[in-house]
Nanobody, 126 residues
Framework: QVQLVESGGGSVQAGESLRLSCAASGFIVGRRCMGWFRKAPGKEREGVASFDTDSTTKYADSVKGRFTVSRDNAKNTLWLQMDSLKPEDTAMYYC????????????????????WGQGTQVTVVS
């Protein structure tokens, strides 16, 4: 069964860090374009970062320099290290996997991903 399970969310103060994990089952993360997304209340789902099959990473401008996406092939897990968190980072965070193809030259749109996790809530208070 193809599945993604996120964890690691929580409530933190502005400036603090969180590390999200996305454990995959039923497929190998190293063979797919993987992405992190977030959705805040009243806003559209936003691409945060992507991790390509060749380990190329892409980031949204809003998180560049603060967030780092990585992959652990042995654990079949995708990570998102979030540093210097801001209140505007508050959202439900989701990881996703594309079924075919690489991520490409820019952050792939959410509609191009076929597998999604249930999400993990991140709340940043000032």
């Amino acid at each position: 069964q193809v599945q993604l399970v996120e964890s690691g969310g929580g409530s933190v103060q502005a400036g603090e860090s969180l590390r999200l994990s996305c454990a995959a089952s039923g497929f190998i993360v190293g063979r797919r374009c993987m992405g992190w997304f977030r959705k805040a209340p009243g806003k559209e789902r936003e691409g945060v970062a992507s991790f390509d099959t060749d380990s190329t990473t892409k980031y949204a401008d809003s998180v560049k320099g603060r967030f780092t996406v990585s992959r652990d092939n042995a654990k079949n897990t995708l990570w998102l290290q979030m540093d210097s968190l801001k209140p505007e980072d508050t959202a439900m965070y989701y990881c996703a996997a594309r079924e075919f193809g690489v991520c490409g030259g820019s952050l792939p749109p959410p509609g191009s991903y076929s597998v999604w996790g249930q999400g993990t809530q991140v709340t940043v208070v000032s």
